[in-house]
Antibody, heavy 117, light 111 residues
Framework: EVQLVESGGGLIQPGGSLRLSCAAS????????MSWVRQAPGKGLEWVSV???????YYADSVKGRFTISRDNSKNTLFLQMNSLRAEDTAVYYC???????????WGQGTLVTVSS | QLVLTQAPSASASLGASVKLTCTLS???????VVWHQQQPEKGPRYLMK???????NKGDGISDRFSGSSSGAERYLTISSLQSEDEADYYC?????????FGGGTKVTVL
Protein backbone atom coordinates (compact mmCIF):
# COMPACT_ATOMS: atom_id res chain seq x y z
CA GLU A 1 0.00 0.00 0.00
CA VAL A 2 1.31 3.43 -0.96
CA GLN A 3 1.67 5.78 2.02
CA LEU A 4 2.99 9.33 2.24
CA VAL A 5 3.62 11.01 5.58
CA GLU A 6 4.63 14.67 5.68
CA SER A 7 6.39 16.35 8.58
CA GLY A 8 8.38 19.47 9.37
CA GLY A 9 5.66 22.10 9.35
CA GLY A 10 5.30 24.74 12.02
CA LEU A 11 5.36 28.44 12.84
CA ILE A 12 8.19 30.40 11.25
CA GLN A 13 8.94 34.10 11.02
CA PRO A 14 8.96 35.91 7.67
CA GLY A 15 12.32 35.54 6.00
CA GLY A 16 13.00 32.26 7.75
CA SER A 17 13.64 28.78 6.41
CA LEU A 18 11.95 25.43 6.89
CA ARG A 19 12.46 21.96 5.45
CA LEU A 20 9.50 19.67 4.92
CA SER A 21 9.86 15.91 4.67
CA CYS A 22 7.64 13.31 3.07
CA ALA A 23 8.36 9.73 4.08
CA ALA A 24 7.15 7.26 1.48
CA SER A 25 6.35 3.57 1.76
CA UNK A 26 4.95 0.99 -0.63
CA UNK A 27 6.92 2.33 -3.59
CA UNK A 28 10.32 3.79 -4.47
CA UNK A 29 10.54 7.58 -4.51
CA UNK A 30 13.53 7.62 -6.85
CA UNK A 31 11.62 5.70 -9.54
CA UNK A 32 8.62 8.01 -9.51
CA UNK A 33 7.60 11.58 -10.14
CA MET A 34 6.76 13.39 -6.91
CA SER A 35 5.02 16.73 -6.41
CA TRP A 36 4.44 19.21 -3.62
CA VAL A 37 1.07 20.96 -3.58
CA ARG A 38 -0.11 23.57 -1.09
CA GLN A 39 -3.41 24.97 0.08
CA ALA A 40 -3.66 28.34 1.79
CA PRO A 41 -6.39 28.68 4.42
CA GLY A 42 -9.78 28.76 2.75
CA LYS A 43 -8.26 28.61 -0.74
CA GLY A 44 -7.85 26.07 -3.50
CA LEU A 45 -5.00 23.74 -4.36
CA GLU A 46 -1.80 25.24 -5.77
CA TRP A 47 0.97 23.17 -7.31
CA VAL A 48 4.42 24.02 -5.95
CA SER A 49 7.07 21.75 -7.44
CA VAL A 50 7.76 18.41 -9.13
CA UNK A 51 10.78 16.14 -9.30
CA UNK A 52 11.06 13.54 -12.02
CA UNK A 53 12.62 10.11 -11.65
CA UNK A 54 15.75 11.28 -13.48
CA UNK A 55 16.04 14.20 -11.05
CA UNK A 56 14.75 17.04 -13.22
CA UNK A 57 12.87 19.63 -11.18
CA TYR A 58 10.31 22.33 -11.93
CA TYR A 59 8.73 25.01 -9.78
CA ALA A 60 5.74 27.32 -9.73
CA ASP A 61 6.69 30.93 -10.43
CA SER A 62 5.54 31.90 -6.93
CA VAL A 63 8.30 29.83 -5.30
CA LYS A 64 11.03 29.73 -7.94
CA GLY A 65 14.40 30.69 -6.50
CA ARG A 66 13.20 30.26 -2.91
CA PHE A 67 12.11 26.60 -2.68
CA THR A 68 14.09 23.48 -3.57
CA ILE A 69 12.67 20.00 -4.04
CA SER A 70 14.96 17.03 -3.45
CA ARG A 71 14.94 13.43 -2.30
CA ASP A 72 17.03 11.01 -0.28
CA ASN A 73 16.88 7.66 -2.04
CA SER A 74 18.40 5.80 0.91
CA LYS A 75 15.59 7.05 3.16
CA ASN A 76 12.90 6.90 0.46
CA THR A 77 12.00 10.44 1.46
CA LEU A 78 11.07 13.59 -0.44
CA PHE A 79 11.99 17.06 0.81
CA LEU A 80 11.00 20.66 0.23
CA GLN A 81 13.52 23.25 1.42
CA MET A 82 11.75 26.58 1.81
CA ASN A 83 13.81 29.75 2.18
CA SER A 84 12.92 33.45 2.38
CA LEU A 85 9.45 32.53 3.57
CA ARG A 86 6.63 35.04 3.22
CA ALA A 87 3.23 35.36 4.84
CA GLU A 88 1.65 34.22 1.58
CA ASP A 89 3.48 30.89 1.86
CA THR A 90 1.22 30.02 4.81
CA ALA A 91 -0.56 26.83 3.78
CA VAL A 92 -0.99 23.13 4.30
CA TYR A 93 1.68 21.43 2.21
CA TYR A 94 0.93 18.04 0.66
CA CYS A 95 3.30 15.67 -1.04
CA UNK A 96 1.88 13.48 -3.77
CA UNK A 97 2.83 10.84 -6.27
CA UNK A 98 2.67 12.00 -9.85
CA UNK A 99 3.14 10.71 -13.39
CA UNK A 100 2.57 11.65 -17.00
CA UNK A 101 0.20 8.69 -17.24
CA UNK A 102 -2.14 9.35 -14.32
CA UNK A 103 -1.34 12.83 -13.07
CA UNK A 104 -1.25 13.36 -9.31
CA UNK A 105 -2.73 10.14 -7.97
CA UNK A 106 -1.92 9.72 -4.29
CA TRP A 107 -1.78 12.30 -1.51
CA GLY A 108 -0.23 12.57 1.91
CA GLN A 109 -2.17 13.99 4.86
CA GLY A 110 -0.41 17.36 4.75
CA THR A 111 1.65 19.50 7.12
CA LEU A 112 0.78 23.07 8.11
CA VAL A 113 3.27 25.87 7.61
CA THR A 114 2.46 29.22 9.20
CA VAL A 115 4.62 32.21 8.35
CA SER A 116 3.99 34.97 10.84
CA SER A 117 5.82 37.28 13.21
CA GLN B 1 -1.01 29.19 -21.03
CA LEU B 2 -2.42 26.03 -19.52
CA VAL B 3 -5.50 26.96 -17.45
CA LEU B 4 -8.43 24.99 -16.05
CA THR B 5 -11.76 26.68 -15.36
CA GLN B 6 -14.39 25.36 -12.95
CA ALA B 7 -17.65 26.82 -11.67
CA PRO B 8 -17.28 27.76 -8.00
CA SER B 9 -20.35 25.91 -6.81
CA ALA B 10 -22.96 23.31 -7.66
CA SER B 11 -25.83 21.76 -5.77
CA ALA B 12 -28.31 18.95 -6.11
CA SER B 13 -30.72 17.05 -3.94
CA LEU B 14 -29.94 13.91 -2.00
CA GLY B 15 -30.25 10.96 -4.38
CA ALA B 16 -30.04 13.11 -7.51
CA SER B 17 -27.11 13.53 -9.92
CA VAL B 18 -24.73 16.41 -10.48
CA LYS B 19 -22.36 16.99 -13.39
CA LEU B 20 -19.25 19.09 -12.81
CA THR B 21 -17.39 20.75 -15.67
CA CYS B 22 -13.70 21.49 -16.09
CA THR B 23 -12.74 23.53 -19.17
CA LEU B 24 -9.25 23.40 -20.68
CA SER B 25 -7.73 26.58 -22.09
CA UNK B 26 -7.45 27.22 -25.80
CA UNK B 27 -4.91 25.01 -27.49
CA UNK B 28 -5.06 22.34 -24.82
CA UNK B 29 -8.30 20.58 -25.71
CA UNK B 30 -6.60 17.21 -26.09
CA UNK B 31 -5.23 17.13 -22.53
CA UNK B 32 -6.39 14.62 -19.97
CA VAL B 33 -7.45 15.78 -16.54
CA VAL B 34 -7.71 14.12 -13.17
CA TRP B 35 -10.41 14.80 -10.59
CA HIS B 36 -9.74 15.07 -6.88
CA GLN B 37 -12.24 15.22 -4.02
CA GLN B 38 -11.61 17.12 -0.81
CA GLN B 39 -14.14 16.57 1.95
CA PRO B 40 -14.39 19.19 4.70
CA GLU B 41 -11.31 19.30 6.94
CA LYS B 42 -9.63 16.47 5.02
CA GLY B 43 -6.85 16.16 2.49
CA PRO B 44 -7.52 15.64 -1.21
CA ARG B 45 -8.29 12.21 -2.63
CA TYR B 46 -7.71 11.08 -6.21
CA LEU B 47 -10.92 10.09 -7.96
CA MET B 48 -10.15 9.43 -11.61
CA LYS B 49 -8.40 10.42 -14.79
CA UNK B 50 -10.55 11.52 -17.74
CA UNK B 51 -9.01 11.33 -21.20
CA UNK B 52 -9.94 13.47 -24.21
CA UNK B 53 -11.83 10.54 -25.75
CA UNK B 54 -14.04 10.30 -22.65
CA UNK B 55 -12.48 7.16 -21.27
CA UNK B 56 -11.72 7.28 -17.59
CA ASN B 57 -9.69 5.36 -15.02
CA LYS B 58 -10.86 5.45 -11.44
CA GLY B 59 -8.72 5.16 -8.38
CA ASP B 60 -8.91 2.16 -6.09
CA GLY B 61 -12.10 1.99 -4.08
CA ILE B 62 -13.84 4.84 -5.86
CA SER B 63 -17.58 4.27 -5.97
CA ASP B 64 -19.36 3.42 -9.21
CA ARG B 65 -21.49 6.50 -8.54
CA PHE B 66 -18.57 8.58 -9.85
CA SER B 67 -18.01 8.66 -13.60
CA GLY B 68 -16.12 10.77 -16.10
CA SER B 69 -16.72 11.95 -19.65
CA SER B 70 -15.40 14.46 -22.17
CA SER B 71 -16.53 16.76 -24.96
CA GLY B 72 -14.11 19.00 -26.81
CA ALA B 73 -12.19 21.03 -24.26
CA GLU B 74 -14.53 20.07 -21.43
CA ARG B 75 -13.98 17.28 -18.97
CA TYR B 76 -16.81 16.17 -16.74
CA LEU B 77 -17.28 14.47 -13.42
CA THR B 78 -20.74 13.08 -12.78
CA ILE B 79 -21.84 12.00 -9.33
CA SER B 80 -25.02 9.96 -9.31
CA SER B 81 -27.28 9.01 -6.39
CA LEU B 82 -25.82 11.86 -4.35
CA GLN B 83 -25.10 11.09 -0.73
CA SER B 84 -24.32 13.40 2.14
CA GLU B 85 -20.65 12.38 2.12
CA ASP B 86 -20.35 13.66 -1.45
CA GLU B 87 -20.58 17.20 -0.13
CA ALA B 88 -17.04 18.36 -0.81
CA ASP B 89 -14.78 20.44 -3.01
CA TYR B 90 -13.87 18.90 -6.35
CA TYR B 91 -10.73 19.93 -8.22
CA CYS B 92 -9.64 19.09 -11.72
CA UNK B 93 -5.94 18.99 -12.52
CA UNK B 94 -3.77 18.60 -15.58
CA UNK B 95 -0.12 18.77 -16.49
CA UNK B 96 2.56 19.41 -19.03
CA UNK B 97 6.31 18.82 -18.92
CA UNK B 98 7.11 21.85 -16.77
CA UNK B 99 4.06 22.30 -14.56
CA UNK B 100 0.90 20.98 -12.99
CA UNK B 101 -2.28 23.05 -12.98
CA PHE B 102 -5.36 22.94 -10.79
CA GLY B 103 -8.77 24.37 -11.47
CA GLY B 104 -10.23 26.68 -8.86
CA GLY B 105 -12.46 23.94 -7.50
CA THR B 106 -16.22 23.40 -7.36
CA LYS B 107 -17.98 23.21 -4.02
CA VAL B 108 -20.77 20.65 -4.17
CA THR B 109 -23.67 21.07 -1.77
CA VAL B 110 -26.14 18.25 -1.19
CA LEU B 111 -29.58 19.69 -0.55
Amino acid sequence: EVQLVESGGGLIQPGGSLRLSCAASGFTVSSNFMSWVRQAPGKGLEWVSVIYGIGTTYYADSVKGRFTISRDNSKNTLFLQMNSLRAEDTAVYYCATDSFVSGIDCWGQGTLVTVSS
Amino acid sequence: QLVLTQAPSASASLGASVKLTCTLSSGHSDYAVVWHQQQPEKGPRYLMKVNNDGSHNKGDGISDRFSGSSSGAERYLTISSLQSEDEADYYCQTWDIVSRVFGGGTKVTVL
